[in-house]
Nanobody
Framework: QVQLVESGGGLVQAGGSLRLSCAAS????????MGWFRQAPGKEREIVAA????????RYADSVKGRFTISRDNAKNTVYLQMNNLKPEDTAVYYC?????????????????WGQGTQVTVSS
C-alpha cells in the first residue's frame, strides 16, 4: 500500500505560481498512474491533471490547460504540479492520488490511494 504526502501549498496572489509536490512511499511508485484533484468549499472533488506511469501521457482539466503542468520523477517517487498564472478560482484543497489501473483515470473512483491534501489559496 502506498502512502502519499503533498506539500507546496500556500497563499499566493493572482497571477503568481506555486509548485506542489507529492511524495510516495510504501509501494512501487512507477507502477501507479498519478493524478492531482482539487476540492473547493461546497463543490465536488474534480480532476486537475493526470499522468501515466511512464510520464509520457498527460491529461488536464480544460480550466487549467496552458497554466498547469504535471510531471513525475520515478527515481524520486514524486509527482509534481506546477501551477502558473493562478486565479482566485483555483483556490481549493489539492490532493494527489495513485491508481493501480492501466487506464489514465479522470474520476475519483478510479484512484485507490489518496494524500491528505494541501491548501492553495489565491487572492485577487
Amino acid at each position: 500500500q502506498v502512502q502519499l504526502v503533498e506539500s507546496g501549498g500556500g497563499l499566493v496572489q493572482a497571477g503568481g505560481s506555486l509548485r506542489l509536490s507529492c511524495a510516495a512511499s510504501g509501494g512501487t511508485f512507477s507502477s501507479y498512474a498519478m493524478g492531482w484533484f482539487r476540492q473547493a468549499p461546497g463543490k465536488e472533488r474534480e480532476i486537475v491533471a493526470a499522468i501515466t506511469r511512464s510520464g509520457i501521457t498527460k491529461r488536464y482539466a480544460d480550466s487549467v490547460k496552458g497554466r498547469f503542468t504535471i510531471s513525475r520523477d520515478n527515481a524520486k517517487n514524486t509527482v509534481y504540479l506546477q501551477m502558473n498564472n493562478l486565479k482566485p478560482e483555483d483556490t481549493a484543497v489539492y490532493y494527489c492520488a495513485a491508481a493501480t489501473g492501466t487506464s489514465l483515470g479522470v474520476t475519483s473512483d478510479q484512484y485507490d490511494y489518496w494524500g491528505q491534501g494541501t491548501q492553495v489559496t489565491v487572492s485577487s
